[in-house]
């Protein structure tokens, strides 16, 4: 059953936020740091997704993408916990890698999503890990879920540091 709001306030805000973020959505083209192929190295497809700054705007990247995926992303977010998510997780990534936090701050963060969560404090880190265990045919997707930080102004910033990193495998 749904959950109503009494507040009309909440109602509208809410509204609104989700109307925002399925337009942001529907406006994300393929093209530079979108789903963007940056190589293949060793059968691997390394895709660059920096543009997804949002949980939702990588979870509809995750269900495009074919086969089993390596996911580099930024953040454990809370909304990770939802059945939906969890499923979509299960289906699509073999392993993640979080980037530009410490392992312990990601486990103070709570219970992981996947069985295999690696942590690199540098994105070019994360990269080279990735290269290490993904399996031919799988993709490595970097696709941040969350706002630029961590050192990069922007996602564009962090997009072309990712291309880098994967230009030097």
């Known amino acids: 059953m749904e959950q109503q709001h009494s507040n009309p ?10 109307e925002a973020r399925l337009k942001s959505l ?47 992303v930024g953040d454990l977010s809370n909304e990770m916990n939802g059945n939906t ?4 997780i299960k289906e699509k990534v073999s392993a993640m890698i979080v980037f530009g936090r410490s392992a312990e701050a990601v486990e103070r963060g709570g219970k992981a999503p996947v069985e295999h969560l690696y942590v690199a404090e540098e994105l070019r880190t994360a990269v080279f890990l990735a290269k290490e265990i993904a399996h031919p045919t799988e ?11 961590n050192g990069f102004a922007n996602y564009e910033e962090r997009g072309a540091e990712f291309k880098r990193a994967v230009r030097d495998l």
């Open 139 to 149: 993709s490595v997707l970097f696709s941040p879920a969350c706002p630029s930080g």
């Open 85 to 88: 998510v969890q499923d979509l």
């Open 26 to 72: 529907a406006e994300q083209a393929h093209g530079p740091h979108h789903m963007e192929l940056v190589a293949t190295v060793n059968d691997v497809a390394y895709i660059n997704d920096s543009k997804a700054t949002f949980l939702d705007a990588t979870l509809e990247s995750l269900g495009q993408m074919e086969g089993r995926v390596v996911w580099i």
């Open 9 to 18: 306030t909440l109602r509208l805000v809410g509204g609104q936020l989700m």
